[in-house]
T-cell receptor, first 119, second 116 residues
Framework: AQKITQTQPGMFVQEKEAVTLDCTYD???????LFWYKQPSSGEMIFLIY??????QNATEGRYSLNFQKARKSANLVISASQLGDSAMYFC????????????????FGIGTKLQVIP | DAGVIQSPRHEVTEMGQEVTLRCKPI?????LFWYRQTMMRGLELLIY????????DSGMPEDRFSAKMPNASFSTLKIQPSEPRDSAVYFC??????????????FGQGTRLTVV
């Protein structure tokens, strides 16, 4: 079963506009964390932002914010004031302790969303 | 710290040959993950270790794949024999358990494997 779902294979956004990348997740672990990573065409994985399941406030890091809706099991990434350099693949990831893992934490990724920023 | 170091960065090999990918995690990190990235399947978790012990290898596609972590500073992923469908980018990542969970996974630069 898919634990992390990213339903947008590709997105376009006009430069300077805001864009939301969707992510839903599924876990039975009450203590989990959600991450977003950026992968530019050069291939490296760049950590952007983290949200813990018990965090009261939505995480923000500069132009990145995470719209965390726990009841809906969604953790959407919002990028404000898009820049050309934001064009990349974006991955949502979750760390949790699957049943039967003995409490060890696993990190699984969604399939990604390709974002293209248009001048 | 130099970050997670993977070698080689690129590997081209012939079908049937043995391939060994190497990873040096960040010093002090207690989790190590191996991922495979393809266009069709995204980032798949192959296996992960905690304190050098394999915890879950259910993502390893076949018996041709094996991974070891003989000590806290070194891990290998071996494919024997390799096949063209193994062509992918293989990432190693490490993280550290903290009181409230753990740090994000820090990724190496990846190894681009091409099996011809």
């Amino acid at each position: 079963a898919q634990k992390i779902t990213q339903t947008q294979p590709g997105m376009f956004v006009q430069e300077k506009e805001a864009v939301t990348l969707d992510c839903t997740y599924d876990t039975s672990d009450p203590s989990y964390g959600l991450f977003w990573y950026k992968q530019p065409s050069s291939g490296e994985m760049i950590f952007l932002i983290y949200q813990g399941s018990y965090d009261q406030q939505n995480a923000t890091e500069g132009r990145y914010s995470l719209n965390f809706q726990k009841a809906r099991k969604s953790a959407n990434l919002v990028i404000s004031a898009s820049q050309l350099g934001d064009s990349a693949m974006y991955f949502c990831a979750m760390r949790d302790r699957p049943r039967g893992s003995g409490g060890y934490q696993k990190v699984t990724f969604g399939i990604g969303t390709k974002l293209q920023v248009i001048p | 710290d130099a970050g997670v170091i993977q070698s080689p960065r690129h590997e081209v090999t012939e079908m049937g040959q043995e391939v060994t990918l190497r990873c040096k995690p960040i010093s002090g990190h207690d989790y190590l993950f191996w991922y495979r990235q393809t266009m069709m399947r995204g980032l798949e978790l192959l296996i992960y270790f905690n304190n050098n012990v394999p915890i879950d290898d259910s993502g390893m596609p076949e018996d041709r794949f094996s991974a070891k972590m003989p000590n806290a500073s070194f891990s290998t992923l071996k494919i024997q024999p390799s096949e063209p469908r193994d062509s992918a980018v293989y990432f190693c990542a490490s993280s550290l358990r903290t009181g409230g969970g753990f740090t994000e996974a820090f990724f190496g630069q990846g190894t681009r494997l091409t099996v011809v």
